[in-house]
């Protein structure tokens, strides 16, 4: 069992970007659209938002205040899908026989957004990139809460951009763009603990989304089946 508390945490989907847009959809009354919107970044300048992909853009936006006025936090970044704009205009470009740019491959792998954002706060301290299957979020999680056993905080950041077309016959599970950051400290605030099993599936909504409407509706426990083992969730958000 994994315990650890959530000193502030950040959402984004397009159209919903307040706490209370994010209540309203916790319970049912207001849903996210579904486009292919990002975030404006406005606080990093020009020059340094050029080379952010909507995906990057929507992970800097949950994640950048979380970090502010905290020096050399770790960052643990999950994408189950990652760069999937980047990679159908390299495929795209492939089919058409035309040069592939280097930037663009350079910038479609999946550890690059951590990459930039390394670059761009300065940072030099522990970051993973992290992908997975139906249970990566509590992967992610399980990397964020083990780093506090070295460091009083750890940044997680969870992000999905919607699909490029191409992709819709194999990419089903992102009912539209989302990002979700959560600053981790020690406590007891959340206790996940897991066993192996064989079950399959049934959760409507992307995990960390699944995890946020818990969370907004203060949901003392709850248990997450994937198709290898069962994660009981059990925590108290501060009213």
Known sequence: M????????QAWAPDIDTFDRWLLW???????????????????PAMQRRRLSPLARMAFHVGWPLAEGCEQLPLVFYSRHGETGRTAELLQCLANAEPL????????VHNAIIGQWSILRGETTE??????????????????????QEHPQVLLIAAEEQPAPLYAAAI???????????????????????????????????????????????????????????????CHRAQ
Not at 26 to 44: C, I, T
Request: hydrophobic share 40%.
């Open 2 to 9: 994994l315990n650890f508390s959530i000193a502030a945490w």
């Open 26 to 44: 916790a319970k049912g009354e207001v849903r996210a659209q579904n486009d292919y919107s990002a975030p404006k970044v406005d606080f990093l």
């Open 101 to 108: 740019s280097p930037t663009q491959f350079g910038l479609s």
């Open 127 to 148: 970051m993973t990139a992290l992908s997975g299957g139906e249970d990566g979020f509590e992967q992610a999680l399980i990397e964020a809460a083990l780093l506090l």
């Open 172 to 234: 089903d599970d992102i009912p539209h763009a989302y990002a979700l950051g959560l600053l981790l400290s020690r406590g007891s605030q959340c206790q996940l603990s897991w066993q192996a099993t064989a079950s399959s599936p049934a959760a409507s909504l992307p995990n960390p989304l699944n995890w946020l409407r818990h969370w907004l509706l203060n949901t003392p426990a709850w248990q997450h089946h994937g198709t290898q083992r069962s994660w009981s969730w059990q």
